[in-house]
């Protein structure tokens, strides 16, 4: 099971930008999907974006269609989330998951590995 370690959260006001990153532990990034999900407190763990292995497929949910673009360097086994535009209803723990497939979608079951999770925190 791969290793996942995401960063870049923080606090940041409404309208503002954020980068997360996630790194992977693995030596060669296996080639499989990326996904960013997020949870808001008292709600449940939804998908936000999603990333194919080659990153020539990417994926969003509808509330952040437009804001947030996900990319990913494969040298670097890492993937991102660029998150502008942002609200405060975006406020959450964001957390990097690896999908088992090579093209992934918005489903969480399909994912294996999970980060710990990095707050984000947009304020009014």
């Known amino acids: 099971q791969v290793q996942l370690v995401e960063s870049g959260g923080g606090l940041v006001q409404a309208g503002g930008s954020l980068r997360l990153s996630c790194a992977s532990s693995e030596r060669t990034f296996s080639p499989r999907a990326m996904g960013w999900f997020r949870q808001a407190p008292g709600k449940e763990r939804e998908f936000v974006a999603g990333i194919s292995w080659s990153g020539d497929s990417t994926y969003y949910s509808d509330s952040v269609k437009g804001r947030f673009t996900i990319s990913r360097d494969n040298a670097k086994n890492t993937v991102y989330l660029q998150m502008n535009s942002l609200k405060p209803e975006d406020t959450a723990v964001y957390y990097c998951?690896?999908?088992?497939?090579?093209?992934?979608?918005?489903?969480?079951?399909?994912?294996?590995?999970w980060g710990q999770g990095t707050q984000v925190t947009v304020s009014s």
């Open positions: 998951a690896a999908d088992r497939r090579v093209y992934g979608g918005p489903r969480q079951t399909d994912f294996g590995s």
